[in-house]
């Protein structure tokens, strides 16, 4: 199985600030990589596919790179709307695999 | 617009077999590259996937939990069901389907499962 590692668990900041946050795969999964948002409550919502494909109607502030074992999610201004819970999962093979997420929390 | 929705008991008691039923909207079953999956959250912690299937019938399976899943199609009523046997209360979660095309695009809102006696 391929297993996902995001870093940080959480990360504090404010509104306006840059946020990143990094996802490792155990083995080579070339582009298969998408970004989730998840509020609390509320089911998740992909952001980023194809590790930098950006989903259709999220916001341009969002954007994914990487390939192959190291890929990033950059919020490039946070806003209020964006405190949250933030997964990847690697689509490569199967079993599918999610992170661990990340937490976006106001600073 | 494509919309799912899972149903299905939100209570159930230890060894029992849990039935969820996704119908959905918006998109047909039959069209190449199309999925429905599967995915849980138990309470506080991260996503799981559990199953998946194409609109060519091909099945997959969480490996750990293989044996105790099954999920199917029914093109024509658009709904796929997900069985989960010897239920046990770490299977207490939200459970989540949702439309893949290359990724998880759409998911419905969740039904939650409890597991208790």
């Known amino acids: 199985d391929i297993q996902m590692t995001q870093s940080p668990s959480s990360v504090s900041a404010s509104v306006g600030d840059r946020v990143t946050i990094t996802c490792r795969a155990s083995?080579?999964?070339?582009?298969?990589l998408a970004w989730f948002q998840q509020i609390p409550g509320k089911p998740p919502k992909l952001l980023i596919y194809?590790?930098?494909n950006l989903q259709s109607g999220v916001p341009s502030r969002f954007s994914g790179s990487g390939s192959g074992t190291d890929f990033t999610l950059t919020i490039s201004s946070l806003q209020p709307e964006d405190f949250a819970m933030y997964y990847c999962?690697?689509?490569?093979?199967?079993?599918?695999?999610f992170g661990g997420g990340t937490k976006v929390e106001i600073k | 617009q494509i919309t799912l929705k899972e149903s299905g008991l939100t209570l159930v008691k230890p060894t029992q077999t849990l039935t969820l039923t996704c119908t959905f909207s918006?998109?047909?079953?039959?069209?190449?590259?199309?999925?429905v999956g599967w995915i849980r959250q138990p309470p506080g912690k991260a996503l799981e996937w559990l199953a998946l299937?194409?609109?060519?019938?091909?099945?997959r399976y969480s490996p750990p939990l293989k044996s105790r899943l099954t999920i199917t199609k029914d093109t024509s009523k658009k709904q796929v069901v997900l069985t989960m046997t010897n239920m046990d209360p770490v299977d207490t979660a939200t459970y989540y389907c949702?439309?893949?095309?290359?990724?998880?695009?759409?998911w419905g809102q969740g039904t939650t499962v409890t597991v208790s006696s």
């Open positions: 949702a439309h893949s095309d290359d990724a998880f695009d759409i």
């Open positions: 918006g998109f047909s079953l039959s069209t190449i590259g199309v999925g």
């Open positions: 299937v194409y609109w060519d019938d091909d099945k």
């Open positions: 083995q080579d999964i070339s582009s298969w």
């Open positions: 194809g590790a930098s």
């Open positions: 999962q690697q689509t490569n093979s199967f079993p599918l695999t």
